[in-house]
């Protein structure tokens, strides 16, 4: 079991080097049983206080230069030790647990040999002093392990503050009321299919949060800040930039230059590392409350046929980055290709990776409806289709937006409806409704 636990810290320290230097902090060579163990830790010491890479084949130097053989694959193996959702604090707390309890035997053995030249004041001196050592020690407690007495001061905060446990809103009412707002430590996926407007509805997402104080983290890795920024111009003035004048459009320019939105100046692909940086920066120096990333592809990186782990690695990562900061994710994410065009996205038609339908809190798909006739040209309604909802505050199900290309804003569509996923209508006045009620829901759009 020693051994397990030492192999999954080291493990996790190669699979997550940019926490090594925190994780192997208060531990020493000398905590581990494996002398090979030992000796690995200590290579990864020195690379720590290096600051230099880390990584299987830099370790295996490491430890050459010290002199010992012990290859870039033997390190990889360690890696099947560590397990997802299971922190490196873990392996740490065993391994000084079984240290204390190595170093406990080996006082004890030697105090037993001494006993036979020991007289009776003798012994009751180490008799009291064991004693004494023992009541005043602590239980050790697991950080991960926990009674529910604990969470009292959580459940009581519900109660307390209510206003604080309600989900931030987009300013579109109808999506509003069927979601319960974008609630804090949270990841949602948006979706749909090439030209139904999934960055347009996202920069619209951030303009509107960021105009009513809530900042913001805009990253396009497809798309460069400036066209952005043209779009939220567009949405500010109501009218496209070609009827603008410098002068005329410098007004709406200076506006959202003061709103807290913030952009990822980065095109193309990235990596996750530098995606976290950017992330935890903007967290720590704007205090933003969104980021809104477009799209996922850009920042995977795997070959053959490793994508579904690299999909649920990213997909795992970007959702404990919004429960440590505590701030709400709204991720991007192209579908496969469809065999029949026109038709909204649904969760099997993201393929890939599990992942995408088990990882997030929160999965929403656009469409846009097009004539069969004339399906380049759609038409001015969208269709937002909830199609998961995690918190018990929110439900699954559809609402319309009405998108107007002059302004690139979208809007509630006046009286229209927000559906329950079982096709249940409430009357908007119904105090345990949370789904206006309008017009008929157009039949084409139950696809």
């Given at each position: 079991?020693n051994?397990?636990i030492?192999?999954?810290?080291?493990?996790?320290?190669?699979?997550w080097?940019?926490?090594?230097?925190?994780?192997?902090?208060?531990?020493?060579?000398?905590?581990?049983?494996?002398?090979?163990h030992?000796?690995?830790?200590?290579?990864?010491k020195?690379?720590c206080?290096?600051?230099?890479?880390i990584?299987?084949?830099s370790?295996?130097?490491?430890?050459?230069?010290?002199?010992?053989?012990?290859?870039?694959?033997?390190?990889?193996?360690?890696?099947?030790?560590?397990?997802?959702?299971?922190?490196?604090?873990?392996y740490?707390?065993?391994?000084?647990v079984?240290?204390?309890?190595?170093?406990?035997q080996?006082?004890?053995?030697?105090?037993?040999?001494?006993?036979?030249?020991l007289?009776?004041?003798?012994?009751?001196k180490?008799?009291r002093?064991?004693?004494?050592?023992?009541?005043?020690?602590e239980?050790f407690?697991?950080?991960?392990?926990?009674?529910?007495?604990v969470?009292?001061e959580?459940?009581?905060?519900?109660f307390?503050?209510?206003e604080?446990?309600?989900?931030?809103?987009?300013g579109?009412?109808?999506?509003?009321?069927?979601v319960?707002?974008?609630?804090p430590?949270?990841?949602?996926?948006?979706?749909?299919?090439t030209?139904?407007?999934?960055?347009?509805?996202?920069?619209?997402l951030g303009?509107r949060?960021s105009?009513?104080?809530?900042p913001v983290l805009?990253?396009s890795?497809?798309?460069?800040p400036?066209?952005?920024?043209r779009?939220?111009?567009q949405?500010?003035?109501?009218?496209?930039?070609?009827s603008?004048t410098?002068?005329?459009v410098?007004?709406?320019?200076?506006?959202i230059?003061?709103?807290?939105?913030?952009?990822?100046?980065?095109y193309?692909?990235?990596?996750?590392?530098?995606?976290?940086?950017?992330i935890?920066?903007?967290?720590?120096?704007?205090?933003i409350?969104?980021a809104?990333?477009?799209h996922?592809?850009?920042?995977?990186?795997?070959?053959g046929?490793?994508?579904?782990?690299?999909?649920?690695?990213?997909?795992r990562?970007l959702k404990?980055?919004?429960?440590?900061?505590?701030?709400?994710?709204?991720?991007?994410?192209?579908?496969?290709?469809?065999?029949?065009?026109?038709?909204?996205?649904?969760?099997?038609d993201l393929?890939?990776?599990s992942g995408?339908?088990?990882?997030p809190?929160n999965?929403?798909?656009?469409?846009?409806p097009?004539?069969?006739?004339?399906l380049?040209?759609?038409?001015?309604?969208?269709?937002?289709?909830?199609?998961?909802?995690?918190?018990?505050?929110?439900?699954?199900?559809k609402?319309?937006?009405?998108?107007?290309?002059?302004?690139?804003?979208?809007?509630?569509?006046?009286?229209?409806?927000?559906?329950?996923?079982e096709g249940?209508?409430?009357?908007?006045?119904?105090p345990?409704?949370r789904?206006?009620?309008?017009?008929?829901?157009?039949?084409?759009?139950?696809?």
């Amino acid at each position: 079991m020693n051994q397990e636990i030492e192999k999954g810290f080291l493990g996790s320290c190669i699979r997550w080097p940019e926490n090594a230097s925190l994780d192997i902090n208060g531990l020493t060579g000398e905590d581990f049983f494996l002398a090979e163990h030992r000796h690995i830790f200590d290579a990864l010491k020195s690379l720590c206080e290096k600051k230099a890479l880390i990584n299987p084949l830099s370790l295996a130097g490491e430890l050459k230069a010290r002199g010992y053989e012990i290859s870039a694959s033997e390190l990889t193996e360690l890696e099947d030790f560590c397990f997802d959702g299971i922190a490196p604090n873990y392996y740490k707390d065993r391994i000084k647990v079984d240290s204390a309890k190595r170093k406990l035997q080996v006082f004890l053995s030697d105090t037993i040999k001494e006993i036979p030249s020991l007289d009776y004041s003798e012994l009751d001196k180490i008799s009291r002093g064991v004693t004494e050592i023992l009541s005043n020690g602590e239980p050790f407690e697991a950080d991960f392990i926990k009674s529910s007495s604990v969470f009292f001061e959580e459940v009581r905060n519900f109660f307390d503050h209510p206003e604080t446990n309600m989900g931030i809103g987009t300013g579109w009412l109808k999506l509003d009321k069927l979601v319960g707002g974008l609630r804090p430590n949270e990841l949602t996926e948006v979706t749909g299919e090439t030209g139904s407007g999934k960055t347009t509805w996202a920069a619209n997402l951030g303009y509107r949060l960021s105009k009513n104080g809530h900042p913001v983290l805009f990253a396009s890795f497809e798309m460069k800040p400036v066209s952005i920024i043209r779009k939220m111009l567009q949405m500010a003035s109501g009218r496209p930039l070609s009827s603008h004048t410098l002068q005329s459009v410098s007004p709406f320019y200076v506006s959202i230059s003061s709103l807290p939105i913030f952009f990822l100046d980065h095109y193309g692909e990235t990596g996750l590392p530098q995606l976290k940086q950017a992330i935890f920066y903007a967290k720590r120096r704007h205090r933003i409350e969104f980021a809104i990333l477009d799209h996922l592809h850009f920042f995977l990186k795997f070959s053959g046929d490793h994508e579904r782990q690299a999909i649920d690695q990213a997909l795992r990562d970007l959702k404990s980055w919004a429960m440590e900061l505590g701030i709400h994710i709204v991720l991007i994410v192209h579908p496969a290709k469809l065999e029949t065009e026109n038709r909204p996205i649904r969760l099997n038609d993201l393929k890939g990776s599990s992942g995408l339908k088990q990882i997030p809190d929160n999965v929403i798909s656009i469409w846009r409806p097009r004539d069969k006739d004339d399906l380049k040209h759609p038409k001015n309604e969208i269709v937002l289709e909830v199609l998961k909802v995690r918190d018990d505050e929110g439900d699954e199900g559809k609402v319309i937006l009405i998108f107007d290309k002059r302004s690139q804003s979208y809007s509630d569509s006046g009286p229209d409806l927000a559906r329950s996923a079982e096709g249940e209508r409430f009357p908007a006045s119904s105090p345990s409704s949370r789904f206006p009620q309008g017009r008929d829901w157009p039949s084409g759009y139950d696809q």
